[in-house]
């Protein structure tokens, strides 16, 4: 029942909206962190979607969520992330016409010793993410279930890199199982950054998650969390990380890019970045 749930999930429908933007922003500035070092570094992607999103897709311009995102940050020079910034500029040089998951930004982020590994449960969307990225011997595509893959794909042989894991929240009892990865996967992984999403509007998931990374004392765990509109009950206003193993200052550049995205995507939000476990 579990799998059946989370497969009517389908990212196209939301890509690139405001919880896209704070999130994949993130995403790119603990990438560039981790490329300042010469040594490689893996990523696993364990909900991974397809990689790439057409804006003009029946899917995407059914809720056109990404007027509310993407639309509004395209072609701003963003200072905290500008290396997502110039990845958004580079893919729409003709105006907005595609959205990058994270899939993508990674890719375009690696560099030749680094690797990309994806999860993709959606038989559908594993076709497509695998037709994608076939010609690229940096990037492995796995059918198979993201939370099982953080169990069986972890550590890399790299020893350093990043797990992001962005389930759907559609399952019941999606933010439990997200906290046993968490603890399995830092077992497993201690040296690996991990980064979890999880959606502001239902407080029972915020609740659990914290409540387990604290119980168990993960790692210089962060919680960052970004609402540019006003916490509505059962209403998605924004998006959170929980990120173990975080790198250093890294508290300073999330709210460095929550003070500048909040002007530029909402009205009367709110944000805060702050310390569950120690830095």
């Not at 990523?43 to 897709?57: E, I, K, M, P, Q």
């Not at 998006?239 to 975080?246: F, R």
Request: aromatic fraction near 8%; hydrophobic fraction near 40%.
């Amino acid at each position: 029942m579990l799998v059946e749930v989370a497969l009517n999930y389908r990212h196209a429908f939301h890509a690139g909206n405001h919880a896209d933007i704070f999130k994949h922003a993130a995403l790119s500035l603990i990438l560039e962190r981790l490329k300042k070092k010469p040594q490689p570094f893996a990523v696993l992607d364990t909900h991974a979607g397809v990689g790439l999103y057409d804006l003009a897709s029946e899917p995407a311009r059914r809720g056109s969520e990404f007027g509310g995102g993407v639309g509004k940050i395209l072609g701003r020079p963003i200072a905290a992330a500008p290396a997502y910034a110039a990845l958004l500029a580079e893919l729409n040089p003709a105006g907005l016409a595609a959205y990058p998951g994270s899939p993508e930004i990674a890719r375009r982020l690696l560099r030749e010793q680094d690797r990309l590994i994806l999860c993709e449960l959606h038989p559908d969307d594993h076709r497509e993410l695998k037709q994608r990225y076939r010609r690229d011997p940096r990037i492995a595509v796995h059918h198979r279930d993201g939370y099982e893959a953080i169990g069986a794909l972890v550590p890399p042989p790299e020893r350093r890199g990043l797990a992001f894991i962005d389930p759907p929240y559609e399952a019941p009892g999606e933010a439990d199982r997200l906290a046993r990865a968490l603890q399995t996967g830092l077992r497993k992984w201690p040296t690996g950054i991990f980064c979890a999403w999880y959606p502001i509007k239902d407080p029972e998931v915020r609740r659990t998650l914290t409540d387990a990374v604290t119980a168990a004392a993960l790692p210089k765990a962060l919680r960052a969390e970004f609402s540019p509109f006003p916490r509505t009950p059962g209403a998605m206003t924004g998006g959170a990380l929980i990120l173990c193993n975080t790198p250093w200052r890294l508290d300073e550049q999330l709210a460095a890019l929550c003070r500048e995205l909040t002007p530029l995507l909402g009205d009367s939000g709110d944000w805060s970045v702050d310390w569950l476990t120690g830095p």
